[in-house]
């Protein structure tokens, strides 16, 4: 179900996670946030109003395999609405290991400028332990002598 909502938004997707990464910061990928969330919303009320049986059917019968959701029993339902998103909504699922591939992505999107903190100032150089004095708890014998 989410394989075939992700092809329908995946240069959205593309972008925002391209934002994310590039910017490192997500208040400057508010807008690609919310063209994720519109094309989510706008896939599943497509889908409400062409599929709603056939997907609801898929999801009962996931839900009801078993507590590791196998899908090898459910494939009949899998197969109606498979074949409902891609007669009413034009998409097919996507073959295995599409989202394991990488994917080039063009963007719109001036890339950003790295800024490179500068070097700190280098730590002068410490002292020889051997001429520092004696702290005075090596005199009196430890931190378990209490006078």
């Known amino acids: ?12 997707l593309q972008e925002y996670m391209l934002c994310m990464e590039e910017e490192q910061d997500p208040r400057k990928c508010l807008h690609e946030g919310k063209e994720v969330t519109r094309c989510g919303l706008e896939f599943f009320g497509l889908l409400r109003k062409h599929c709603m ?6 999801w009962k019968c996931l839900d009801v395999s078993g507590s590791d959701y196998e899908f090898t029993e459910c494939r009949k339902q899998q197969k109606s609405y498979d074949e409902c998103v891609l007669k009413h909504l034009g998409q097919e699922r996507p073959e295995l290991g599409f989202f394991a591939k990488t ?3 063009d963007s719109k999107r001036p890339k950003p400028i790295r800024q490179v903190p500068p070097m700190p100032t280098p730590v002068e150089e410490l002292p020889d332990p051997k001429d520092l004095p004696d702290p005075p708890t090596a005199y009196i014998g430890g931190r378990g002598f209490f006078p």
């Open 103 to 105: 994917h080039l992505v």
């Open 53 to 58: 049986e056939p997907f609801t059917g898929y």
């Open 1 to 12: 179900m989410c394989r075939v909502k992700s092809t329908c938004c995946v240069c959205v």
